[in-house]
C-alpha cells in the first residue's frame, strides 16, 4: 500500500509541473504581443520627436512627461529600451540630440527605480550604462543615485551599477563604488570586477591613478581585480608592479598578478626577481615559478633561456609546460636544445618536442 501512494505521489507532482509548464509557456506567448504593441507605440512616439528635432525644434514637455508617467513601469521601461538601442545604434538623424534632452527624465526615473526591488534597480543600472551621456564630470547627480544603488545586497545591482559607473561617471565616483562593494556581504569575483573596470569609457590613467593610491584599503580580492585591470591597460606601473613584486609580506595572488605584468610589460630590473622565481624549487611554491617561466617568453638572452631549459627538469608538469611554450617564443632550434633532446630525462624531452613540432605544424598551416 505505502509503494502504491508513493506512486501516486509521484504521479500527482509530474502532472502538476507538466501543467506548470503549459501555463507558463501560454503566459510567455501572450506577453510577447503586448510586448511588440508597447514597442511600435513607443517608436512612434519617440520618430516624431526625432522628426522635430531634425527640423530645429525641441521635443515636447508633454512628451518629457509622459515618459516620467509610464517609464516608471518596468515592463514600459524594456518596451522604451529596444526603441533607444535602434535608435543609437543607426545613429538615426536626431537620435544624439533625443538622448540630450531625455537626460533629466532618466534623472529623476533613477529615484524612483531607487526604491524599488533590488531586480528593477538592477535592470534600470543596466538602462543607465547604456543611454546615460559619456561626460565623467565629478558633479553628476546620477553618480550619487549609483551609489545608493550599490548599497544593495543583490549581485546583479551591485554589477550593473558599477558598470553604469564605468559607463559615464567620474573616476572618484567609480574608486567610491568599489569601496561600496567592497564592504558589502555579497560576493562579487574579481574576474567581474576586472571585466566591469575595463569597461571605463573615459582615460583609463585618470582612473588608475586613484586606484592605485587607495589600493591597500581594499580587500584582497578588490586588490586583485584592480592589478588586474591595470595590467590590462597601462604599462606604466613598472616601478610600482616592481616594488609589489620583491614584497615578500603581499598577498600570494597579488604578487603573481605583479609577475604577469611584468610578462606583459618586459621591465630589465624586474628579470632577476623573474629568475629567482623560475628556479623556484619548493613544490608548495610551484605557482610562482609557473608564472615566472611564462613571463621569461618576452625577455631575451642567454641566461634566460638556460633557466627555461634548467625548468624542463622540473617535476611539475605545468612548469615544464611553460618552460618549452617560453623556449618556443625565444624560437630556439633543436640545435639549441640539443642536450635536452639527447638527455635522459624523458619528460623534459617530451615536452620540448612537443612544444617545438606543434610550433612547426602551426607555422606550415597545420
Known sequence: MGVEVMIYLYGAVCASMIVFNIVYAVLIRGSEPRLAKRQQRFLRLVSAQTDRLSRGEPVERRHLDLLQRELRRVRNLAAFEPVLRALTAEDAPGGRAYLEEIQP????????????????????????????????????????????????????CRVNALQALCSFGSPEHVVEGLRIQDRGSVFVHDKILTETLLGYTGNHETLIDPLWKELHSFSERTQLAVLNYIRFSSGAYRREMLSLLRDASAAKELRLSAVRYFGRYPYDPALEPLLAFASESDPLRWEYATVSVSSLARYPGERVVAALKEALHSPNWYIRYAAASSLEAHNVGYEDVADIVTGSDRYAREMLLYRLETHTLHRKGG
Not at 125 to 153: A, C, D, I, T, W
Open 105 to 156: 527624465t532618466v534623472l529623476h526615473l533613477s529615484l524612483v527605480y531607487l526604491h524599488r526591488d533590488s531586480e528593477q534597480t538592477a535592470y534600470f543600472s543596466y538602462f543607465l550604462s547604456h543611454y546615460m551621456l559619456h561626460r565623467h564630470l565629478p558633479v553628476h547627480s546620477v553618480q550619487e543615485v549609483l551609489l545608493e544603488y550599490m548599497g544593495k545586497e543583490n549581485l546583479y
